[in-house]
Structure formats: structure tokens, C-alpha cells
């Protein structure tokens, strides 16, 4: 398995974008396999099946990579990446007809619900069942809060990132958020990790990398 020795060294994002941009496409490998978690997050956050969630997760960084040139680092790279997949998402539901849902709320601060890793955390989510259990809920509150939740809690995305992402004003966010624990509290403990949740497991990172190096360097 081809692996970079300068992702050992850690590289900064910063570094790699320049380097990629001036013609090292080998390089861009890094970026895939940094990023890996996060989309996949947001497309199994969008309801999309694993299958669908890997082709979404292939396109957003093709694209990604054709307009790398682009990115002014107005803000956070893994901010800009996330849009794409989200857009990516959002056109692959038109083009199978499903129907989008946006309405808007206000007020309330909100208090993470992921407080941090201990150790009954990591006993509590070692629990396979309890794992599917999550996932499971998720899928089943509206998407307007699924996304803003997947968002702020699994992906670590500010109060600000998110309501760009989402068009939204932060208060929306603060609000949905809240109604999004409040719709999944009764069926989750309280003591559970963001990175168990649609976990990106590492044997399909390769297969990942493998497809998306195949694609651009076709281009």
C-alpha cells in the first residue's frame, strides 16, 4: 500500500494545498485520507446508504481537487470540502426526487452534547449495539436537524461554520441543535463519543484513495 512518509512528518494542510496545486498530485492522498471521517459523516447523516455515501464522498473530492487552485482560505479547508459534499448530496436527492425540508426557528444557547472522551465514554460506545443504536435514531429525526447536528457535534463544526453551511443564522443553529438532542435523549445514553458514530472504518480508506487517485489522474 502506497503510503507518504511526509503525512508522518505532519505535513500542514496548508503545505500540501501549495504542493498539490503546483503539481504534486501524489501528494493529494494526504488530504484524502485526512478527510476520509468527515465526509462519510455527512453522507450517511444525509440518509445515504454506505454505497452511496463513497461515490458522493469520490465526486466531492475529484471536484475538490479540480478547484484546489480556488481555495483563498477564506475559511476552514475541511469548511469548504464539507460544502461541496453537502451540494453533492443535495443534487444527488433532487436527481432521485426525494424532497428537501428547510424551515426556520430562533433562540437559546446550547451546550455540547459530546463533553469530551472518558473513560465510561469509551466503555459505553464499545458497545456495537448501542453504536447502532444512535445511528439508527439519527436517520430518523428531520434533516434539518440530523445535518446541524451531524455538523456541530460529529464533525466539530463551529456554531458560525455550521450556519454558513447550512444558510441559516447561528441562533437557527443553537435551536435546532438543542431540538435535535432533545429528539434523539431518550433513546441514547448520555456517554458516547462523536467518532464512533458512522464511523469511517480504515479498510475502506484505501479503496477510497485508490478510486480518487485513478480519477485525477485521468483528468
Known amino acids: 500500500m502506497f503510503m507518504i512518509e511526509l503525512e508522518k512528518e505532519k505535513l500542514s494542510e496548508e503545505e500540501v494545498i501549495q504542493r498539490v496545486v503546483a503539481g504534486e498530485k501524489l501528494l493529494y492522498e494526504i488530504i484524502i485520507r485526512r478527510y476520509n471521517p468527515y465526509l462519510y459523516k455527512v453522507g450517511r447523516s444525509y440518509n445515504y446508504n454506505h454505497e452511496d455515501t463513497e461515490d458522493l464522498m469520490q465526486d466531492t473530492f475529484v471536484m475538490a481537487y479540480q478547484n484546489l487552485a480556488n481555495f483563498e482560505g477564506r475559511s476552514l479547508f475541511k469548511t469548504w470540502l ?15 426526487s426525494y424532497k428537501n425540508e428547510f424551515s426556520a426557528e430562533i433562540r437559546e444557547n446550547s451546550t455540547p452534547m459530546f463533553t469530551g472522551d472518558s473513560d465510561d465514554t469509551g466503555k459505553v460506545v464499545g458497545n456495537n449495539e448501542l453504536k447502532k443504536v444512535i445511528e439508527t435514531a439519527l ?39 438543542k431540538r435535535a438532542k432533545a429528539k434523539l435523549r431518550d433513546i ?10 458512522f464511523e469511517f472504518n480504515l479498510i475502506y480508506c484505501d479503496g477510497i484513495v485508490d478510486k480518487v487517485m485513478e480519477r485525477i489522474n485521468k483528468l
Open 188 to 197: 441514547i445514553v448520555k456517554a458516547y463519543s462523536p467518532k464512533e458514530i
Open 82 to 96: 464539507i460544502r461541496i459534499m453537502l451540494n453533492n448530496c443535495y443534487h444527488r436527492q433532487r436527481k432521485m
Open 139 to 177: 436517520t430518523k429525526i428531520p434533516y434539518k436537524y440530523r445535518m446541524v447536528f451531524s455538523l456541530r457535534e460529529i464533525n466539530g463544526l463551529s456554531t458560525e461554520e455550521t450556519a454558513r453551511l447550512m444558510e441559516i443564522s447561528a441562533s437557527n443553529v443553537k435551536v435546532r441543535l
